[in-house]
Nanobody, 126 residues
Framework: QVQLVESGGGLVQAGGSLRLSCTAS????????MGWFRQAPGKERAFVSA????????YYVNSVAGRFTISRDNAKNTVYLQMNSLKPEDTAVYYC???????????????????WGQGTQVTVAS
């Protein structure tokens, strides 16, 4: 069993930065690929980025590539999402996800995710 807790969300002006963190409980964190999804009001939850268990492979959707950076520290059971050059369209609830079968590729569909965090709100003001 893995429990995920996100932090780091908040309100930021367009062009600003935020760093999200997701800390996992349990000793099996290093066995899972980790990822981030987001859900904007009235929209479905959508994949954003993933990182393999070793951290060697990463994946970004086109809309965030070059602006977001995913990383992980297995010693701290934590995965990060550094978000730079934020845009109003990045506003959403961001969810941390764990997927045992993934290896740093695009994650999804939603039903394949093993564990979810509770979400953290990111609001980008124009």
């Amino acid at each position: 069993q893995v429990q995920l807790v996100e932090s780091g969300g908040g309100l930021v002006q367009a062009g600003g930065s935020l760093r999200l963190s997701c800390t996992a409980s349990g000793r099996t964190f290093r066995n899972y690929a980790m990822g981030w999804f987001r859900q904007a009001p009235g929209k479905e939850r959508a994949f954003v980025s993933a990182i393999s268990w070793s951290g060697e492979r990463v994946y970004y959707v086109n809309s965030v590539a070059g602006r977001f950076t995913i990383s992980r520290d297995n010693a701290k059971n934590t995965v990060y999402l550094q978000m730079n050059s934020l845009k109003p369209e990045d506003t959403a609830v961001y969810y941390c996800a764990a997927d045992w079968r993934n290896n740093g590729q695009a994650m999804g569909p939603i039903s394949t995710i093993d564990y979810w965090g509770q979400g953290t709100q990111v609001t980008v003001a124009s």
